[in-house]
């Protein structure tokens, strides 16, 4: 799933440009990802196929994509390596994770209730805890936003997928 530099037959520029504004593949590092359960394997799995399947990321100031990320944990810090098909990292940004720390951990605690809740409870308690991990979610997928400015340009939805992932990469079990 490569995309060339010059628009595709029948296409205008502006759609081979945004063509180019998104990513194409995403790695874990394997180091990085903790004790995991299904539930969490799942929502990895998912983020990462729809991210996939629908995103929009561009570095700021570069026209070089489609674009590769590889995301790890290294001391307390998201590493967000980014390359493309000519090189396997054009950038790495490191984000402290402290803004979001908060946010991931009320948000583990809130998605334990939710698992633990569509198990046995009626219909209306499991539409609460999910609409609360839903913001809670939001929350976080706009605080990675703001860190990512001036490095990094991301849609709402690609930025709710990479808090996904990111949590998958801190969870701790």
């Known amino acids: 799933m490569s995309a060339t530099s010059s628009a595709p037959e029948g296409s205008s520029p502006a759609e081979s440009i945004s063509g180019q504004r998104r990513l194409i593949a995403i790695t874990l590092d394997e180091n990085s990802v903790g004790t995991t359960n299904p539930n969490v394997?799942?929502?990895?799995?998912?983020?990462?196929?729809?991210?996939?399947d629908g995103n929009s990321?561009?570095?700021?100031?570069?026209?070089?994509?489609?674009?590769?990320?590889h995301l790890a944990i290294l001391e307390d810090r998201l590493s967000l390596a980014?390359?493309?098909?000519?090189?396997?990292?054009?950038v790495t940004h490191l984000l402290s994770l402290?803004?979001?720390?908060?946010?991931?951990?009320?948000?583990?605690?809130?998605?334990?209730?939710y698992y633990e809740a569509i198990k046995s409870a009626?219909?209306?308690?499991?539409?609460?805890?999910?609409?609360?991990?839903?913001?809670?979610?939001d929350e976080g997928s706009r605080i990675l936003v703001d860190r990512l400015t001036g490095k990094?340009?991301?849609?709402?939805?690609?930025?709710?997928?990479?808090?996904?992932l990111i949590c998958a990469l801190h969870w701790k079990g």
């Open 57 to 69: 990321f561009a570095l700021d100031g570069r026209d070089d994509g489609p674009y590769k990320l």
């Open 41 to 52: 394997e799942h929502e990895r799995e998912v983020a990462i196929f729809d991210i996939l």
């Open 122 to 137: 009626p219909p209306s308690r499991i539409q609460a805890i999910d609409m609360g991990r839903r913001g809670l979610h």
């Open 152 to 164: 990094i340009t991301v849609d709402f939805d690609t930025a709710r997928r990479l808090f996904t």
């Open 82 to 90: 980014v390359g493309n098909d000519q090189s396997d990292i054009i």
């Open 98 to 113: 402290t803004p979001l720390k908060r946010i991931m951990k009320d948000y583990f605690m809130v998605c334990d209730s």
